[in-house]
């Protein structure tokens, strides 16, 4: 099976219902047939029913099944309105300022949903950049216990490929953190760690990308890295990190062992985390391209409950796939 296919069949087992705020875009409702068809997740479609309905139908698409919320009509809007205001008393949010935010942006409406336990996850960003689906799961949902910092990873699954897990790979950061410091780095690494546990459900092997492996050069973003990796060691010694490396270092395993003799990462990552945001979304993006790989993301890390990121280039099946990641991180929330 591959690795969609056992996400799947893991979100099948004990399903979970997912929330879909984006219907106004046909690839949602192209996605929301095939995640009832193949029994993926219950699913909750925000908007007008009729309009939805009306619009699937046109492309001949049957949403029979999936259930249907209208923000403006909601009878649970009042609660959730002192849920957001609750949210956001700090900011001083009155119940007018909060229904027109609700009823307005469905993100926020989604969001709040999953706070109240009235879904166990959203899935958003096909219409949305990253920051607008962002910005209501950090004010509502807030982050994870004990996390210090939310970030955002790619599943990257390689067709005909050695290396990684079976050419399966977690990239990190790829999607939120600009210019991570040395000890956001280090965080980073292991939250992506314990993605690539729950997700692949293989050990990590996590490579701390650079432009230099072990002292081949000097820089300061080459400082930057090994000093992540320093605390990385540090501050969870029971995973396996490891670095600097340059990418053919970290998974090609003649390459490693001959740049990083007697390492046990090098030439055997999964896990690549890469020092900044320009590194990490250029290189899934060249990887997704180039080697017409699968890319599924970005996958949030550390917020309380999982919502999740889409690229705007997404297909429907790119949403299939992270519904149902969204649904095994549920699972496991």
Known sequence: ?????????????????????????????????????????????????????????????????????????????????????ECRKSKGMTPDEARELL???????????????DADGMVAGACHATADVLRPSLQILKTKPGTKLVSAIFVMVVPDCE?????????????????????????????SAHSFELLVQEDPKVAMISHSTKGSAKHADVTKVVEATKIANELYPDIPIDGEYQVDAAIVPSIGSFKAPGSDIAGHANVLIFPDLDAGNNG???????????????????????????????????????????AVQAQAN
Not at 109 to 116: H, L, S
Not at 315 to 325: C, F, L, T, Y
């Open 1 to 85: 099976m591959s690795f969609i296919d056992v996400i799947k069949a893991r979100a099948k087992k004990d399903k979970k219902t997912i929330v879909l705020p984006e219907t106004n875009d046909i690839r949602t409702i192209q996605a929301a047939v095939k995640v009832m068809e193949e029994n993926i997740a219950d699913l909750v479609l925000l908007g007008n029913k009729d309009k939805i309905v009306q619009k699937a139908e046109s492309y001949g698409y049957d949403l029979s099944g999936a259930d249907f919320i209208d923000p403006d009509s909601s009878d649970k809007l009042e609660e959730y309105v002192a849920i957001l205001c």
């Open 163 to 191: 290396y990684g897990a079976n050419g399966i790979f977690v990239f990190g950061d790829s999607g939120l953190n600009q210019n991570p410091t040395a000890e956001e780095l280090a965080h980073i690494a292991a939250t």
């Open 284 to 326: 899934y993006k060249l990887v997704q391209r180039l080697a017409k790989a699968e890319a599924y993301g970005p996958l949030t890390q550390g917020i309380a409950k999982p919502v999740n990121d889409l690229s705007r280039g997404c297909s429907a099946e790119d949403i299939v796939g992270v519904v149902a990641i969204t």
């Open 103 to 117: 009823t307005k942006d469905f993100l926020y409406f989604g969001v709040t949903m999953v706070k109240a336990g």
